[in-house]
């Protein structure tokens, strides 16, 4: 009914409510302007200065790469979290900034193209799962304002950028699965791409597990000898990951050089110094992923994660089991039988990652060496 309901409105119309939404619920701040994405966390101490500093280089002609500000001068690209090469980010400042720096209600409009861009990825990538619209709006929404979505939208604008790009990487990539065209592929390495020039790696490296994880799963369902599907697993995943490299390049040979001059003090006797561990005590302590929504420790169903991980809420995860439990919706989608195996997966792993801490995760990132270096 709901459904037959939908079909006689518009087809912009669902695009029309993400745009608008945002707008509504975020009134105090794009409108009213009594409360701020950039009051507190790192928002006010990194952010917000950096932002202005970029305004300011821009309008006076130049990038910023360096930062002779601070520290007798040092590298201002070199810190990722400037994004000093993410588009949407140079688009803004171009546009709305000055010699003199940029209002804060541009940065607030910035956040909310955020907010539109994490629910529409999500919705297009429901509707490519051939979800009703109603249930892809409501999916959209979950994904942009519930979790740890909304939660870093007001403490690390780049871990933000860079999650609400997240759906789109892998609404390219369901989509060079109904297709096979390749170049589908490419768009996911540009997404990818992106994340990184939006100013952090911890959302790249999520979707990477999603997307390398989709690319394995495909070419194993597929009925071709094994050679084969070595191949095309090889040429997939050097298209989606070498395009992300190239779009990232700028940031990555940059940012790859300042941490050689990188100290981190977090605990202990001494700073962390470039390219080195931190001792398996102070990570396993302070850099593990604590156990979100642990069925034996019910007052953790409250938290809202502070480092971004895939922590997805109580009520999505509730939707979750209410859907795997509804055999007819599951029978209804023939998008959900070609994917179940991928879904699958990605909820043991994500359940894996609530339970945090009482798992052999730690153990098993610590040994990776995107995790456990100085940055």
């Keep these: 009914m709901t459904n037959n309901y939908l079909k006689k409105f ?9 745009l608008i939404y945002p707008l509504i619920l975020f009134s105090n701040v794009i409108f009213f302007r009594t409360h701020s994405f950039f009051v507190g966390q790192d928002s006010t101490g990194y952010f917000y200065p950096s932002f202005q500093k970029l305004a300011q280089s821009l309008h006076s002609g130049y990038l910023p790469l360096w930062d002779a500000n601070k520290f007798s001068g040092t590298s201002f690209v070199g810190e990722i979290q400037s994004g000093v090469f993410y588009p949407p ?9 000055t010699v003199t720096g940029i209002d804060l209600i541009y940065l607030e409009l910035l956040t909310l193209i955020h907010f539109f861009i994490a629910s529409l990825g999500m919705y297009l990538l429901c509707r490519e799962w051939q979800l009703s619209k109603l249930a892809s709006l409501g999916s959209g929404l979950v994904f942009a304002y519930a979790g740890p979505v909304v939660y870093v939208a007001a403490g690390q604008s780049c871990i933000f950028f ?15 699965t109904n297709s096979r065209r390749y170049r589908y592929l490419s768009c996911t390495g540009l997404i990818l791409g992106l994340q990184i020039l939006a100013g952090h790696f911890q959302p790249f490296f999520h979707t990477s597990i999603v997307a390398g994880l989709y690319l394995l799963v495909l070419a194993l369902k597929e009925p071709n000898s094994y050679l084969i599907r070595l191949k095309d697993v090889v040429l997939r995943f050097t298209l989606t990951f070498g395009t992300a490299i190239i779009i990232a390049l700028p940031q990555l040979l940059l940012g790859l050089q300042a941490l050689n001059n990188s100290y981190r003090w977090i605990t202990g006797d001494a700073p962390v110094g470039p390219d080195e561990q931190y001792p398996y005590g102070i990570f396993v302590r302070y850099f593990n992923i604590e156990p979100y929504l642990f069925i034996l420790n019910p007052i953790d169903v409250t938290k809202y994660p502070a480092s971004g991980n895939m922590f997805i809420g109580l009520i999505p995860l509730c939707l979750l089991l209410f859907f795997f439990s509804k055999r007819q919706f599951r029978q209804e989608s023939s998008s959900y039988q070609q ?3 991928i879904f699958l997966i990605l909820t043991i792993f994500t359940l894996l990652v609530t339970l945090g801490y009482y798992t052999f995760f730690p153990f098993l990132f610590y040994q990776l060496p995107m995790v456990d270096k100085v940055r």
Excluded: E, Q, T
């Design 10 to 18: 518009p087809p912009f119309l669902p695009y029309l409510f993400l």
């Design 89 to 97: 980010s140079l688009l803004i400042l171009g546009i709305f900034g």
């Design 162 to 176: 860079g999650l609400s790009l997240m759906p789109l990487a892998i609404y390219f990539l369901v989509k060079f």
């Design 339 to 341: 994917h179940k195996a």
